[in-house]
Nanobody, 119 residues
Framework: QVQLVESGGGLVEPGGSLRLSCAAS????????MGWYRQRPGKERELVAG???????NYADSVKGRFTISRDNAKNTVYLQMNSLKPEDTAVYYCNVKNLRIGATYDYWGQGTQVTVSS
């Protein structure tokens, strides 16, 4: 099992910045992907950004150039630096860890943290 604890959400004005953190503990495989998803009101959950244990990152087109994902592997922590925030970034943000094994993927989710972008 993997436990995820998120922090860093809140209310910010348009154009502002927030940094989300997610600390993972438990049985984390050496091959894994740590990432962030979000669920906007009335929408399905979507990938925001991911970072693999091999150093590969990927981003949703809507956040490229504004958000940066990073990992501290020694602390099993993943961060999401969000700059130039827009009202449409308002959502519940979920941390995700995928433990990878040949032929199988094990998904773990945080409890979610609210990000509200509003003036």
């Amino acid at each position: 099992q993997v436990q995820l604890v998120e922090s860093g959400g809140g209310l910010v004005e348009p154009g502002g910045s927030l940094r989300l953190s997610c600390a993972a503990s438990g049985n984390i495989f050496s091959s894994n992907i740590m990432g962030w998803y979000r669920q906007r009101p009335g929408k399905e959950r979507e990938l925001v950004a991911g970072a693999s244990s091999g150093g590969v990152t990927n981003y949703a087109d809507s956040v490229k150039g504004r958000f940066t994902i990073s990992r501290d592997n020694a602390k099993n922590t993943v961060y999401l630096q969000m700059n130039s925030l827009k009202p449409e970034d308002t959502a519940v943000y979920y941390c995700n860890v995928k433990n990878l094994r040949i032929g199988a993927t094990y998904d773990y989710w945080g409890q979610g943290t609210q990000v509200t972008v509003s003036s």
